[in-house]
């Protein structure tokens, strides 16, 4: 029986790859800050033994006591996927709560990794979640798409680190997707043209597929996604900028 944790599991793509890997036979164990909902997905998953750990992964203290509990109990797979985003333009957001952002999409991911890592064996897998925003730039989130440029990036130079003790990892980068991350960053999923808008569930396939299949070290979710990064080859960075800003949420003042 192959344990894992995965963080952000209280909802959205989480709680859908949750789902997928408990019928897949992993026991998991699932972070968020709401334990209510934790505890009621954990008693709803198919499987023994699956356990619930509450925490503000933006927060330093409770970052640090995940990785003790990660250095103390073997895992054999850890997904970082708790993240969050805010909409609106750079001055016009708290300061702090872009900085508290940072914490959890950065600081934390690179915490854990860090604990998980090492205590690592051959066979051991970490998925870090970052985005298509990983990508290019997005005014209008412009710190929440420089965080996630950070775990792609991050994600892999480790896959090459670590690919040579048959460790195995992987930045997968959803696009945009129907989730509640859209609301709590200030806009409704519905801002995006419908056609580039995946379901949480299709997204949680993509994700478990490319860890089953361990080949690359970057994944990017969805045809349209992958097109869209494709002709952003053939653009200059001023066209490629210019189109962001035109249909970012961000930049829209409804
Ligand atoms: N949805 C998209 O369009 C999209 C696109 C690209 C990338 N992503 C990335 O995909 C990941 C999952 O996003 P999602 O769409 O599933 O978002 P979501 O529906 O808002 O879910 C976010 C999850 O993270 C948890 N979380 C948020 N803040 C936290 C904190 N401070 N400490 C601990 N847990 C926290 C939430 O639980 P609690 O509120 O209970 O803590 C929830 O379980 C994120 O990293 C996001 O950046 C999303």
Redesign the pocket.
Known sequence: MKNLLI?????????ETAKLLAQKGYTLTL????GD??EKIKNSLPGKNHSVFV?????AA?VNKLASHLQNIKYDILI??????LYGKFVDLPLDEQI?GMH??MD?VVTLSYAFLKNAKKGDALVN?????GHSSFPGASV?AST?SF?ANFSESLWYEFKSKGIYVLGF??????????A?AGKQ?SAYPEII??S?QD?AKELVAALEARKKPRVM?GWVNRLILFGFRFLSRKMAVNIMGNMSPGMKDQ
Do not use: C, W
């Not at 979640?129 to 925003?133: K, M, R, Y």
């Open positions: 963080t952000g599991a209280s909802g959205g793509i989480g709680l972070v968020a800050r709401s909902k934790l925490a503000d992964l933006s927060l409770d970082n996927n708790a993240g969050s985003g508290s959890l999409n934390a979640i970052a985005s298509l925003l929440y996630k775990v980068n959803p696009g945009a997707a129907k989730s509640e991350f859209h709590n999923s808008l995946s949480t997204v979710q």
